[in-house]
């Protein structure tokens, strides 16, 4: 296999204590060596990057998304409302969701993404009007054809406006069909293929769009097959407010009672939780999904990233969807976590180190993966280059910092599982131009 030097870079986050500042050695997926000051890789290597202009991270790791609202960015009908409003005037533009739309959308917002640095990408799509029942298969071919790892949660909603939720009914389908369809995904594609691209898991939308059943349902299946599970949870008081209404409890203790309460569950957003809340889901590991730009457009608050960590969960970072953000650029979304959390902490409290490790080994946690998420022997072969030259980083004295603070957007080039994806800032697998014009047409075609 080829031998890899990615040499010498200008800076590095590595999201541990090892010291890579003379580069990493990457052989096949994997990386085989971490250099210190001074070190030289072990056995000859056939390609030499020089990345002495180059800061280097871990590839990032989206931890929420939903790739079909890359079709309604800033939707005029939905601007300025807040979550609720903006779902309900959302859901009957989406019902109208077609396989072909799907498809543009989900590898439009894997693109983007890729062009950021990110190479992992969870997406939680749980919008399956009729003729649209394979809409995880599509987002799987997806992934494996661009070759980008993928974590694709089989959401649901059955929760119809009739019965006091809050979709149309147009877009919900029956808990025996979500069932079926789970378990089908779960065999034919968690794991299954030889790259160990893409994960399955089971994501009932929200409290205020399914039933307990399905609640409780989804949780069994995933402890069956030992695949995680995901869910909104906590993002306004609205939410908190409909939970006491509908079912007598708050979110939290709502989640617990469906058997959800576990280090196998992660949830978006995670706002609205007080003290004792914030104590149980670190007791339980759960993870948490930090959305910070859609947080602020919708004006739904600020997590409380900092003491869930300190609790003892893990917390990641998400774009969420790219109608309520309304980009899929990782890269931005952690310098938005740095900027939201100090309106909440101390500067020295929060710094870039930590929104850094929030896109990386964070939310490799928060995903139950061990293999990404950090440069280190035995990882897989995922990171991302970024060059410091444009005129936002001229007099930049930390390229690190400069990274975060002074606002990288794209990265210079991007590898996973030891392939070039990206370089010199051009998507190598398509013509990036072609894919916006298809991706524009079916945007229209939606809203129209």
Not at 397 to 418: K, Y
Request: aromatic share 6%.
């Amino acid at each position: 296999m080829e031998r890899i030097w990615i040499k010498q870079p200008l800076a590095v986050f590595t999201a541990n204590d090892l010291d890579a500042s003379n580069g990493i050695v990457i052989e096949g997926d994997r990386i085989v060596e971490v250099l210190g000051a001074g070190q030289e890789p072990g056995a000859p290597c056939r390609t030499v990057v020089d990345a002495r202009d180059q800061v280097l991270l871990p590839g990032l790791i989206n931890t929420h998304h939903h790739f079909y609202q890359t079709l309604t960015r800033c939707c005029p009908p939905a601007l300025n409302k807040k979550l609720f409003p903006w779902l309900q005037t959302l859901y009957p533009i989406w019902a109208g969701l077609t396989p072909e739309m799907h498809q543009q959308s989900s590898r439009l917002a894997m693109v983007e993404l890729l062009l950021s640095g990110c190479t992992t990408m969870a997406d939680h799509h749980y919008l399956f009007p009729r003729g649209l029942e394979s809409a995880i298969d599509i987002q799987a071919e997806t992934a494996l054809s661009l070759g980008v790892r993928a974590t694709l949660t089989r959401g649901s909603m059955t929760l119809s406006q009739k019965e006091g939720g809050l979709p149309p009914e147009s877009v919900v389908q029956s808990e025996q069909a979500i069932m079926d369809d789970s378990e089908r995904l779960i065999r034919e594609y968690h794991q299954n293929d030889h790259r160990q691209l893409v994960e399955i898991a089971l994501a009932p939308c929200s409290p205020f769009s399914v039933t307990t059943d399905i609640m409780k349902e989804s949780a069994k299946l995933a402890s069956r097959y030992n695949v995680h599970l995901h869910t909104h949870l906590a993002e306004t008081e609205d939410e908190n407010n409909f939970c006491l209404k509908m079912f007598g409890l708050r979110p939290l203790d709502y989640l617990e009672e469906v058997g959800w309460l576990h280090n196998r569950t992660w949830l978006a957003h995670g706002i609205h939780f007080n003290d004792e809340e914030v104590q149980r889901l670190g007791k339980a590991g759960t993870g948490i999904c930090h959305c910070p730009s859609s947080n602020m457009i919708l004006a739904s608050g600020i997590c409380r990233v900092k003491e869930l960590r300190e609790a003892g969960c893990r917390v990641g970072l998400g774009v969420d969807g790219s109608a309520s953000n309304d980009h899929s650029n990782l890269m931005q979304e952690v310098r938005q976590a740095l900027l939201i959390q100090r309106l909440r902490y101390q500067a020295d409290e929060f710094t870039h180190y930590d929104a850094l490790y929030l896109a990386t080994k964070g939310s490799a946690e928060v995903l139950g993966r061990e293999d990404i998420g950090e440069l280190a022997v035995g990882k897989k072969a995922d990171i991302g280059l970024y060059k410091l030259d444009e005129p936002r980083f001229s007099g930049a004295h930390d390229p690190l910092a400069a990274l975060v603070v002074c606002g990288a957007s794209n990265a210079n080039s991007v590898m996973v599982n030891g392939e070039w994806l990206v370089k010199d800032r051009e998507w190598l697998g398509g013509d990036l131009q072609e894919l916006m014009t298809s991706h524009h047409k079916a945007a229209k075609a939606l809203y129209q």
